[in-house]
């Protein structure tokens, strides 16, 4: 028997800790690579750390609710193969931990069905169903869809697909096409868009003799409130404003959006158009795109944007589009709506949270005109989006000024005074302006064929 030891891995830029959520195995249990053992949770993301070999779960080193470092040892497996050093250990588990996106060549499944064409195989099905990577592998293999794998009833700890219930499925379904390991009917024209419920907190409350109720704040909330009261406390803000004439480009939007849809796939919003012109504006005014470091200014390399997102539990979570100054318009809005679907679902890796350099909130979707977001640490400035209205203005005309409807939504920008002054903040916002008031649409419509 040799010893193999489970360490806690590198979690992304940033993350040094992390928190016991919840132990998947008990210690004495028989465990199978790539099993996932343990729920850990950070500041950025929760995740499963799946076990780097198999055999028995000889040693657990920390309980639910403490906090290990990065590198610390979790548990310790005996197995049958030779001994493996703590390095190797945590090279197999970061190597398991990391979501790798593997491509499948075009499969259909069932004459009788519409064809399914397995793109990418994600660690969660729409139903929720937790995936290792071993099983997605296999499922790749045998071309099982995620539809399919919503049918199947695993035998694991919470009901997890285990590798031998998915080889029994495989062997069913060439044998006996349409039935499941437990006899059920599948079927594969399940709406691949359902959306799994996420993981919520159970919220904690007790009452007081007048009838108030006081409720706990959940894991995400306290470190929310830690987060902001810390960005008060280390940047000095200022928020300045301007309203920007949107009409051309809402209605170049609404006249493409249906053929949009239906050539690329995704809906097009304006979240992807104000992040195209916003990294244009970055890259142009790069010390707006910049960290403070004591006394250092830090002036960064990539515009990489975060899109603040709210959850269905309340909370919000901040996906990061990499590079963004260097993606075409479609390429953003394919981006948007996939980080934007995955972070409701609870889906996101920890490296789509990171390494952001500059936030976008929109909280025009709740209806606000304007607001004074708080900057995202150690980013060094953040815009909010107001809603898009209908509102009379004043038009130049070469005969002159007139009043008519036009679309009007104003932009903030949250900048800390320590290394953006008011002269550069205004001078972004005026930029931003003038490039969201000259959209052209020609150039758009030309590069979508529509």
């Known amino acids: 028997m040799a010893r193999v030891d489970i360490l806690l891995p590198a979690m992304g830029e940033g993350v040094i800790e992390a928190t016991i959520t919840k132990w998947l195995v008990e210690e004495g249990a028989r465990v199978e690579e ?20 198999s055999g028995i779960l000889t040693g657990i080193a920390f309980r639910e609710g403490d906090i290990p470092k990065v590198g610390d040892l979790l548990a310790y497996i005996e197995s049958n193969g030779t001994e493996s050093s703590s390095e190797e250990s945590v090279k197999l588990v970061e190597a398991d931990y990391l979501e790798v996106k593997a491509a499948a060549s075009d499969t259909t499944i069932g004459s009788a069905h519409d064809e399914f064409i397995v793109s990418e195989m994600k660690s969660r099905t729409p139903e929720g169903k937790y995936l290792s990577p071993l099983v997605r592998k296999i499922a790749q293999e045998k ?39 437990a006899g059920s009917a599948y079927t594969v024209d399940r709406d691949e868009s359902h959306e799994a419920k996420p993981k919520v907190e159970p919220k904690i409350s007790r009452f007081t ?9 959940d894991r995400i909330r306290k470190l929310i409130a830690e987060h902001m009261v810390n960005s008060k406390r280390t940047s000095p803000h200022v928020t300045a404003f301007i309203d920007v004439d949107v009409t051309d480009l809402v209605n170049w939007r609404n006249l493409v959006k249906e053929s949009f849809l239906k050539k690329e ?75 934007a679907s995955r972070a409701r679902k609870n889906q996101l890796k920890p490296d789509e949270i990171q390494g952001g350099t500059f936030t976008i909130t929109n909280y025009g979707t709740v209806g606000n005109l304007m607001g004074t977001p708080i900057i995202n640490q150690p980013q060094s ?11 009379p203005a004043v038009i130049e005309t070469p005969s002159g000024d007139a009043i008519g409807m036009r679309q009007i939504l104003y932009l903030s920008l949250s900048y800390d005074h320590r290394v953006i002054d008011g002269a550069l903040g205004g001078m972004f916002l005026k930029q931003l302006k003038e490039n969201l008031e000259s959209f052209s649409q020609n150039k758009f419509l030309e590069d979508f064929r529509l």
């Open 381 to 391: 400035a953040i815009l909010g989006i107001g809603s898009v209205r209908k509102v």
């Open 34 to 53: 790539d099993d996932p053992i343990v729920e850990v949770a950070t500041d950025k993301v929760d995740t499963e750390i799946p076990s780097p070999a």
């Open 265 to 339: 796939g995704v809906k097009l919003t304006l979240t992807p158009i104000f992040l195209e012109a916003t990294a244009r504006i970055l890259r142009q005014l790069p010390m707006v795109n910049v960290s403070v470091d004591g006394t250092n200014i830090i002036r960064k390399k990539n515009i990489n944007i975060g899109m603040a997102t709210a959850l269905p539990d309340g909370n919000l979570i901040v996906p990061v589009i990499k590079k963004a100054d260097e993606k075409s318009l479609i390429g953003l809005a394919r981006e948007v709506s996939d980080l």
């Open 143 to 181: 071309n099982i869809s995620h539809a399919e794998l919503d049918g199947i009833k695993g035998s694991g700890m919470d009901g997890r697909i285990t590798k031998d219930d998915l080889l029994r499925f495989a062997g069913r379904r060439d044998t006996q096409p349409g039935i499941d390991t």
């Open 209 to 217: 003799d007048s009838g108030d109720e006081i409720i706990e704040m």
